[in-house]
């Protein structure tokens, strides 16, 4: 068999719709015959030959063809929808009906194989997300909100509710969204404030999803580490405000936190001697940036720090002279 059958361009094995190989050729000629595929010495299929040249479901289905006689029989039509070479038009609608539900299982085989595909970018992508959080040039401390809200577990009331251990999951500050974390540390009109008086970047960024890591993620892809660390170290102190509200009732003012935020960075910054500041002067807002007291006074600089660990609030006082030397320093407890 196969004198004749050329292996590609032609209709001879068992897979519709096309009954045709479909892999390309790889080290037989592109008029190789499928007698070639043969192995003389057992009139069988040479399956060495087979699997280097196709792949694992043409192998299979050239596998499933019965070779019939020896030599150079010349080749024969054969219709496939009766045992016994005649046609029958019962026959043609069995084989109708086969092809239709080989075709719908080929559909979803190909469905199921784009879910797993999508799965495994998104799989990628994350990966690639974590990365970058981890190599964020801030003290882990600083990244733990950031950190806990892209995992889930910060303790925000839709959580704690989750957990059975509060009864009402709505935000403390505009008491109607639930609070999760994409809300209390973006979208709610507390935190947007902030957000609003920040780089142009967050004033113009929408993120498409709920989800906080989405939008993490989000945040990355249109912008760059630059604009996600200050997202971390502006989410914490979002998230620290939010606490001094819940157990102290003391609100700060979105300016200050922002102020507060970009201080604590530029210090980070001078103390680590980093060459490349972590934060952008040029795209700041003029009031963000720490100047000299005027001659004669000091400057006194503030920040309020909450240990999701301990639960305690902790403070630090900086205070600096008109030469912008640093004078004296407290840390509270
Ligand atoms: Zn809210």
Known sequence: MGVKAGIWGEKWIPIPNTFMI??????????????ELVDTDTNWWDFQCLSVNFDTEEVRAIASILIS?????PDVRVWRGTDFRMFFVRSAYHLAMELEHRSKLECSRRMEESEIWRECSRRMEESEIWRVLWQLQMPNSDKNVLWRGCHNILPTRDNLLKRKILTDSRCPFCGIEIEAATHILWSCPSASDVWG????????FHSSGADFLQLVEEMYKKGDVEMLTVFARQSKNIWMRRNGVIHVEAFTNPNDLVRI???????FSQANLSTTPTVRQERMAPSSIW?????GS?????DVGFNLDTDKFG??????DSNGRFVAAHTVP
């Open 22 to 35: 479909q892999t390309q050729p790889r080290f037989m000629s592109t008029t190789a015959r499928v007698r």
């Open 298 to 302: 000091f400057k006194i600089n503030w």
């Open 291 to 295: 100047t000299k007291p005027v001659v």
């Open 261 to 267: 935020t970009n201080q604590v960075m530029v210090d």
């Open 315 to 320: 403070m630090r006082i900086v205070i600096r």
């Open 69 to 73: 006689g020896v030599g150079n029989n």
């Open 197 to 204: 008086t920040r780089e142009v970047f967050f004033q113009k």
